[in-house]
């Protein structure tokens, strides 16, 4: 098989490694004979070897700061670790300043609930009854472009391990993707990779898929977004940390054995843009293997029962490198390894190629003596490879020893912590005036009804609004059986404890084109409406997660998009009081010079104390009222009419009120604790036309809507009233029964309300009284071609 | 004393705990069992769950279909112990040689989960016996390798000595000839379907019906029957 990249990775560092020896001229001779090792001494006695330092992505004065650490050169092992240690991807180099808001702006009732936070592999929340919840959602954007199959695959890998570590069985995923434009040819390949790699791999996982996102723009097509959330349950007692600990204590490799897979991939991939003319790097994507990974699960949740570990951490970026200097870093500060003690897959991997190898299904432990063979008992009966390769020492340095000379001797906070951090520059965007100046509200709006029917169709068969059911129905929702609520319902639910019921409700998103047109109000946007979708399943929303995909932070202005959707979003979870619990950032999304719009996926977490209140998103029953709350303006600037009607994005997007959004969610949990909400579903891309749409075939139930009260009322116009995106807006069904109450709970709450329609159990379609009537087969009809018209037909 | 019920985990299982939640459910006891032992610890029925066995390497089910457990099961399927086996498990038993036929990528290429009407052609199985002549159900179906095969010889026998047990209606969700989604053998106790029955016995976690969203529960009486049966026995 052809492996330029990983031959590149590979040969830079046998350079390393042969020229410190006496004569790389012998070297094809003595291929069959070992190489001279470049260990501490060697590196010591050539202070002036040239090193391939920029070919690994360090910049000059990375590695004076690496030999200033050491007081002398690095050895070829160090230099693997520093570069992937200090790459972009594992250091936050660029983004960590700005980060730091999410652990500074924060209240005491934000800290209440967080029993881990930013930092660990995952941030772990209290929902109640002895029970804690652990998510995150990451980044696998550059792998998915390459090998669309392996690099999503290996994206749910990542992150479920990330959750295992917790100590937590993980219990459920969602993925948020961005495709190219779904008419260019290359799409269909990314697609069709992506979601088979995914089904593929978390289905063979059983664990069941409970929402996300799917969206198209050509902004992503030379670079798509493949983001992976994951979220795992746990009791309190049962939070387990990545640290090395105890002196004398054993250090454990266990789970697939190490190949010459994903070298560099971190270091290389994520920190690189898709060059044309590069060499082609898919070697560097790993490949994953959900059984082993299956059997992984189960191995560790029952070494966790057993209480057979001390300090766990999972193998991801850099590998070996990344979990012993992270270990070390946690705990006492000391380890010895003897990385011949390493199971190969390849036995002719050299020690930088096992120390930067990111194969999949690998995880690090920290035994105590007395408990090792307990450990190896479990281990064997999962039949799951594992070698002891050294332990934890109070030396304060983290050694390596690799063919009995020592070629790893650091202090692992200098690789795994303190690494360069930059404060990049900034600059505000010199197009982004124009572009906000543009605004939408000066387009044409219809007024006759034939037209303003045919564009609610359009809408619902755009490629963003379009049923998704083509990727979600190669999903498993139904795999351990606590799935409560899935798509198409705006959150996933998952019941926790099955006798009292107590649940979690998840939901993510993003809209890149609001925080095209202002990053700070898009991310809080995001926020809004992952906020609200939690909500409208009746769950409270707890705390948060975020995936930040953006250009080049080499580019000022992509920094200062960075830095504008960071406090936006950090600002907007202090005024929710929501905690940020951690999150993943992904940089150099772009295609030559032109990045991606900036995506900041945000995640929210809510907790719901029985999940049979939860509150689908469409009506089932006849006769119910139909009511809209919240206030609908003049918000065309950025919508979902704006960009698929008139091919247009410009303006300023929605005004978000998080007080009000805040307000909104009381309400509906009041709602939601009386059992007055038959069903509740959010207004977002595509207004006030896509909601009720999505109501009515939620279950194939009709309505029959007025909207003259609303436009008199909101002083609007038929477009602005069918298709703005105006936040913090519902629409919920309510039992005839319970018309007062819940009348009286709106105004209780003084939150804006209106009757807008009944729903019809006889007609089965969207009925707006004096404008027009689309019976449920068109809905369903425009809703659910437009994926399988690209991307092949499935089952009916 | 409840019948007990066995479920067998293998490595790669992922519906054996949804397994036992149905045996459950039913008032029967679940008794989980390990792939790698010799020991039926004396249960009186034999659930093989759904998932992916050894990762579905070489075929599905055909790696497990060799685990150590599976000589006892072999003997006891013999012996007239109800078995059922749930897609994965269903794929065990035709590679096992207890179900004629095979189990073979679905005809479109893809995984599909939907919620899956069925007919129950055969209620006096074991696993039947609980629904009315020709019964119409809805569970979860979830599978990528799900499309039943067989010789034309094969075929007929199963058709005109009735043991096609479930057949898929409205649509063939995979490309199983004569839409067939389960078989039962001659005696009725060994019983294997794609669908999923235990994702179907708790309101809430089932599919959605015409009167509530996820209230479906049909697959309950698979179980109950089970249980019917070996109450019956007893």
């Given at each position: ?5 990983e031959?590149?990775?590979a040969?830079?560092a046998?350079t390393?490694?042969?020229t ?13 004979s ?22 690994l992505g360090?910049?000059?004065d990375?590695?004076?700061q ?5 007081g002398?050169r690095?050895t070829?092992g160090?230099?693997?670790m520093?570069?992937v240690?200090w790459s972009e991807?594992?250091?936050?180099k660029?983004?960590?300043i700005?980060?730091?808001?999410f652990?500074?702006?924060?209240t005491?009732?934000m800290r209440k ?5 930013i930092g660990?592999?995952a941030g772990?929340?209290?929902v109640g009854?002895?029970?804690?919840v ?12 390459i090998?669309?199959f392996?690099g999503?695959a290996t994206?749910?890998?990542?992150i479920?391990?990330?959750?295992i ?6 219990v ?6 961005r495709f190219?434009?779904?008419d260019?040819p ?18 063979c ?9 799917t ?6 097509q030379?670079?798509?977004l493949v983001?992976a959330l994951?979220?795992?349950v ?16 054993k250090v454990?490799?266990f789970?697939a ?5 994903g070298i ?6 994520a920190?690189d843009t898709?060059?044309a003319?590069g060499?082609t790097?898919?070697p ?5 293997d959900?059984f082993a990974e299956?059997v992984l699960?189960?191995?560790c ?13 999972d193998?991801?970026?850099a590998?070996?490198?990344c ?7 946690n ?7 003897e990385l ?8 002719s991997l050299?020690a ?14 920290v035994v105590?003596?007395e ?13 799951v ?17 690799w063919?009995g000379e ?20 900034v ?12 605004t939408?509200?000066?387009l044409?709006?219809a007024?006759?009804?034939?037209e303003l ?9 755009s490629?963003?609004?379009a049923?998704k ?7 498993d929702?139904?795999v351990?059986?606590?799935t409560?609520?899935s798509?198409?319902?705006d959150?996933?639910m998952i019941r ?5 019921g107590?649940?979690f409700a998840?939901?993510t998103d ?6 095209q047109l202002?990053?700070y109000h898009g ?5 809004a ?9 009746g769950a409270v929303p707890?705390?948060v997660?975020?995936?930040l995909n ?8 992509v920094?200062?998009q960075?830095?504008q959707?960071v406090?936006?979003?950090s600002d907007?979870c ?7 619990t951690?999150g993943n ?7 030559g ?11 929210v ?9 939860r509150?689908?998103?469409?009506w089932q029953?006849?006769?119910n009222?139909?009511?809209l ?6 918000e065309?600037?950025?919508?979902a009419?704006a ?10 997007p929605?005004?978000v009120?998080l ?6 969610a009381g309400?509906?949990h009041a709602?939601?604790m ?5 069903s509740?579903h ?11 749409s999505e109501?009515v075939?939620?279950?194939g ?8 009260e ?5 002083g609007?116009?038929l ?5 703005s995106?105006s936040?913090?807006r ?13 009348m ?5 709450r003084d ?8 729903t019809d159990k ?8 004096g404008l ?5 087969a068109e809905l369903l009809?425009?809703?659910?071609a ?5 991307f092949?037909e499935?089952?009916? | 004393?409840a019948?007990?019920i066995g479920v067998?985990?293998?490595p790669?299982s992922l519906?054996d705990r949804?397994?036992q939640r149905?045996?459950?459910?039913v008032g029967a006891?679940?008794v989980p069992l390990w792939?790698?032992d010799?020991?039926l610890?004396?249960v009186?029925a034999?659930i ?5 066995s ?7 089910g055909?790696i497990?279909?060799l ?9 006891a399927?013999?012996a007239g112990m109800?078995?059922?086996?749930i ?9 096992a040689?207890?179900?004629?036929g095979g ?9 599909i989960?939907r919620?899956?009407r ?8 074991a696993?039947?016996?609980?629904f ?11 599978n990528?390798?799900?499309?039943f095969?067989?010789s034309?010889?094969?075929?007929a026998?199963?058709e005109?000595?009735g043991l ?15 839409d067939?989604?389960?078989l039962?053998?001659?005696?009725g106790?060994v019983v294997?379907?794609m ?7 708790e309101?809430?976690f089932g599919?959605?019906?015409?009167s509530a969203?996820?209230?479906g ?13 070996l109450?019956?026995?007893a």
């Open positions: 098989m052809s492996n330029t990249a031959t590149t990775a040969s830079t046998e390393a490694a042969g410190a020896g006496t004569a790389s001229t012998t070297g094809i001779e003595a291929g069959a070992r190489p001279p090792v470049d260990s501490v001494e060697v590196a010591m006695a050539t202070p002036d070897k040239e090193q391939p330092y920029a070919a360090l910049k000059p990375e590695y004076e690496i030999k200033a650490i050491l002398r690095p070829s160090e230099l693997a520093y570069s240690m991807h594992c250091s936050y660029s983004s960590k700005y980060l730091k808001q652990g500074s702006k924060t005491e009732k609930n967080l029993m881990v936070g660990e592999n772990v929340v209290d009854e002895g029970w804690a652990t998510f995150k959602v990451e980044s696998h954007n550059h792998p998915s472009y090998e669309p392996q999503a994206g749910v890998g990542g479920v391990r990330d959750i570590s917790m100590g937590a069985r993980p459920a995923v969602m993925d948020q993707l190219g434009a779904i260019n290359d799409t269909a390949r990314v697609v069709h990779g992506v979601v088979g790699g995914i089904s593929f791999y978390a289905n996982l059983g664990l069941p898929n409970i929402g996300g996102e969206y198209f723009d050509a902004v992503y030379g670079n798509p983001n994951a979220v795992g746990l009791r309190h007692e049962d939070i387990h940390l990545a640290n090395a600990s105890g002196a004398g204590n454990v490799l789970g054995r190490t190949g010459g897979d560099g991939g971190a270091s290389i991939l920190s898709f060059d003319k060499p790097k898919r560097a994507v790993q490949v994953g959900p299956k699960i189960e191995c949740l029952e070494l966790f029962r057993e209480k057979l570990v001390e300090g766990i951490q193998l991801g970026a590998g070996i490198s979990a012993t200097s992270e270990l070390a870093s705990g006492d500060g000391g380890m010895y390894i011949d003690k390493v199971l190969l897959r390849d036995p050299n930088e190629e096992i120390l930067m190898s990111e194969s999949q299904e690998r995880m690090m432990a105590t003596p408990k090792l063979d307990a450990f190896l008992a479990v281990v064997a009966k999962w039949d490879e594992t070698s002891v390769l050294g332990e934890v020492t109070d030396t304060g340095r983290l050694i390596i020893d063919r020592q070629i790893v001797n650091v202090e692992p906070r200098t690789v795994a912590v303190d690494g360069p951090v930059y404060d990049r520059p600059a505000y965007p010199t197009w982004i005036d124009k572009l906000q100046a543009d939408a509200a000066v044409p709006r007024t006759d009804p034939e029917r045919a564009q609610t169709l359009t809408l619902l068969g490629a963003n609004l049923s059911s083509w990727i979600t129905d190669q999903y929702r139904y351990m059986g606590n409560a609520l798509f198409p319902d959150g996933g926790v404890d099955e006798e009292s107590l649940g998840i939901a993003a809209n890149g084109r609001y925080c202002d990053p991310a809080q946007l995001a926020l409406e992952a906020y609200r979708n939690v909500a409208v399943t707890a705390a997660t975020d995936c953006f250009g080049s932070p080499e580019n000022p202005e920094m200062w960075f830095s959707a406090a936006g979003l907007g202090l005024e929710l009081e929501i905690p940020v951690g950032v992904s940089f150099y999304n772009q295609t010079t032109a990045p991606i719009h900036p995506t900041p996926v945000v995640g977490l809510g907790v719901i104390d029985d999940v049979a209140r509150i689908p998103s469409g029953d006849e006769g009222n139909i009511y709350l919240g206030v609908t303006k003049t065309l600037d950025g919508s009419w960009g698929t009607i008139h091919d247009h994005l410009g303006g300023r929605p005004v009120d007080g009000r959004e805040a307000a909104l309400l509906l709602g939601a009386q059992s007055l909400l038959a509740a959010d207004l977002s891309d595509g207004g006030l036309a896509q909601a009720l109501a075939m939620r279950f139930v009709g309505a029959r809507v007025w909207l003259e609303l436009m008199l009322r909101d609007v116009d477009t602005t009233a069918l298709f995106e936040t913090g519902v629409i919920v069904s309510v039992p005839r029964e319970d018309d007062v109450k819940f009286g709970l709106c105004e209780g939150y804006p309300v209106l009757r807008i329609g009944v006889l007609d089965a379609a969207l009925d707006i009284q027009f009537h689309i019976g449920l009809g425009a809703h659910r437009t994926l399988p018209e690209r092949g499935t089952v009916a | 004393m019948p007990r067998v985990t293998f790669g519906d949804d397994a149905a045996v459950r459910l006891e679940a792939h790698g010799h020991d610890h004396g009186d034999i093989l769950p759904g998932g992916f050894y990762g579905d390497y070489l075929r599905a055909a497990a279909s685990s150590p457990i599976m000589s006892e099961v072999i003997d399927a013999g109800p078995v059922l086996g897609c994965n498990g269903f794929q065990m038993l035709a590679e040689h207890l179900l004629p189990l073979i990528r679905n005809d479109h290429g893809n995984f989960c919620d899956q069925l007919r129950v052609e055969n209620t006096s199985t696993w039947t016996s609980a009315a002549d020709g019964a119409e159900i809805t569970i979860p179906l979830k990528g390798e799900g499309g095969i067989a034309a010889d094969t075929i026998r199963l005109g000595e096609v047990a479930f057949r898929y209606l409205e649509v063939n969700p995979n490309g199983s000839m004569n067939i989604a389960g039962t053998n001659p005696a106790n294997g379907l669908p999923h029955p235990e994702h179907a016995v309101e809430g599919p959605d019906t015409s969203m996820r209230s529960t049909d697959g309950l009486l698979l179980f109950t029957s089970a249980l019917h049966s109450l019956a026995r």
